[in-house]
C-alpha cells in the first residue's frame, strides 16, 4: 500500500542537531506533501506541508525541502530538543499514503 | 486550527460483539474522512476513504462487512467494527479534510478485544 518510502527508520541526534528524514514517491499526480509528528498514543499532528511549485518551505525550526525532478523530499529539524522525541510520517496528497515512519530521539 | 474529536479514546469489548468509533470534525466541515489503523511501532495504514453521504471506497484487503464506515454529515463519521475478534485489537485514527487538501486527526481509539 504504500507508495511513499521514508528513511531512515530511526535516527538518534544529540540536542541542538539537525536530523533529517527524507521520502520518495513515485506517482507525479501527488500535490501536497505534509509532515505529521506523533507522540505515544496520540494521533498525528502537522507539521509542515508543501507543495511542489515551490523548493523549500520552513515554519519555526522545520523546514521542508523538495526536489520535484527527483520525486523526493525531505524535513530538517533544526535546533532540535528532546521534546521533538517523536515518530515522524511523511504523507503524499489527498490520497494520504504515509511513509513508514522515522523514530527520532534527541538526547539531552 | 482545525479539531477533529474521535470518540472514545480507549475501549474494551468482548470478543463477537460491535464497537463504534465516532470521528468529529469540531470547527470546520469536512468532505472526506480517512480511517486509519496502526499496529504499535508502525506506520498508518489507510483502511477506507469516506465522502459525505456516499459510500466509503475501502482499502484492498480491507473487510467492508467487518469495518462498517459511514459519513451521514460533514461533521460526523463513524466506524463499526463489527463481530470483533482480538486480532481486531488495534489502535485506530480517523482524519478530517475538506476538498482532499489539508487533513487533521483525531487523537485515535485504542480497541482491545478480550
Known amino acids: 500500500q504504500q507508495q511513499v518510502k521514508q528513511s531512515p527508520q530511526s535516527l538518534i541526534v544529540q540536542k541542538g542537531g539537525i536530523p533529517i528524514i527524507n521520502c520518495a514517491y513515485e506517482n507525479t499526480a501527488f500535490d501536497y506533501f505534509p509532515w505529521y509528528q506523533q507522540f505515544p498514543g496520540k494521533g498525528p499532528a502537522l507539521l509542515i506541508a508543501i507543495r511542489p511549485d515551490v523548493s523549500e518551505k520552513k515554519e519555526g525550526r522545520f523546514t521542508i525541502s523538495f526536489n520535484k525532478s527527483a520525486k523526493q523530499f525531505s524535513l530538517h529539524i533544526m535546533d532540535s530538543q528532546p521534546g521533538d522525541s517523536a515518530t515522524y510520517f511523511c504523507a503524499a496528497s489527498s490520497f494520504m499514503r504515509f511513509g513508514a515512519g522515522t523514530r527520532l530521539t534527541v538526547k539531552p | 486550527g482545525a479539531v477533529v474529536s474521535q470518540h472514545p479514546s480507549w475501549v474494551i469489548c468482548k470478543s463477537g460483539t460491535s464497537v463504534k468509533i465516532e470521528c468529529r470534525s469540531l470547527d470546520f466541515q469536512a468532505t472526506t474522512m480517512f480511517w486509519y489503523r496502526q499496529f504499535p511501532k508502525q506506520s498508518l495504514m489507510l483502511m477506507a476513504t469516506?465522502?459525505?453521504?456516499?459510500?466509503?471506497?475501502?482499502e484492498q484487503g480491507v473487510e467492508k462487512d467487518k469495518f462498517l464506515i459511514n459519513h451521514a454529515s460533514l461533521t460526523l463519521s463513524t466506524l463499526t467494527v463489527t463481530s470483533a475478534h482480538p486480532e481486531d485489537s488495534s489502535f485506530y485514527i480517523c482524519?478530517?479534510?475538506?476538498?482532499?487538501?489539508?487533513?487533521?486527526f483525531g487523537q485515535g481509539t485504542r480497541l482491545t478485544v478480550v
Open positions: 482524519s478530517a479534510s475538506t476538498y482532499r487538501v489539508e487533513a487533521f
Open positions: 469516506s465522502n459525505e453521504g456516499s459510500k466509503a471506497t475501502y
